[in-house]
């Protein structure tokens, strides 16, 4: 009985730290890093007919090269509204429509920027890295509850030091997307 419940409480505190990388990831994906990446309007919300809804729901978002991004809006009359919504995004670009599609021509970064866009990433790392060890804490006070009520100290000894183990696990992954993202933003 006791054993199934500090497992209850790893588990719980397993799926939060797998719900932060998951944001990590999408968040990372959202950073552009010079090269047109229709990830980069994932996050964009266009209002359709009164509802905020993803540009991807509401336009196909391509790259015929690695600098544009090519936006073929399902109804013309959404163009518009696409490119006030990207405007207010403040992602940096300027879309440019015929009529029929919306053009964005992805400028090269700066050094500076690279430099800044390599930041905000670690920032999001570390973010990410608080939410691991709320989580860990969060499950280790359980436990110790648990210990109040009976369960054994050896009990929540191993537990701490599985759920250790776990925190290092997401750790090591944290540094792997960084790195990636890092390596990403610096090639020019």
């Given amino acids: ?40 309007f994932n996050q964009v919300m266009v209002d359709y007919y009164g509802n905020p809804t993803p540009l991807p729901q509401v336009s196909s978002i391509t790259s015929p090269d690695a600098r544009t991004i090519l936006l073929q809006p399902w109804e013309k009359k959404m163009i518009a509204p696409i490119e ?7 992602l940096g670009f300027v879309p440019q429509n015929n009529g029929e599609t919306i053009r964005i021509n992805i400028p ?10 390599v930041k905000q990433s670690k920032h999001e790392g570390e973010t990410t890295r608080i939410s691991l060890r709320s989580a860990r804490r969060d499950a280790i006070e ?30 090591k992954k944290i540094d792997l997307y960084l790195e990636k993202k890092e390596k990403e933003i610096l090639a020019v």
């Fill in 1 to 40: 009985m006791d054993t199934a419940k500090s497992k209850e409480i790893i588990n719980s505190a397993k799926g939060k730290m797998q719900n932060a990388i998951e944001h990590l990831e999408v968040t990372l994906s959202g950073i552009r890093a010079g090269k047109a990446n229709p990830a980069l």
């Fill in 84 to 90: 006030k919504a990207i405007l207010q995004a403040n």
């Fill in 108 to 117: 090269p970064l700066t050094e500076e920027r690279r430099k800044d866009l």
């Fill in 142 to 171: 359980s436990l110790k509850k648990l210990q109040k009520e009976g369960l054994s100290e050896d009990l929540v000894k191993d537990s701490e030091a599985e759920m250790q183990k776990i925190v290092d696990d997401y750790n």
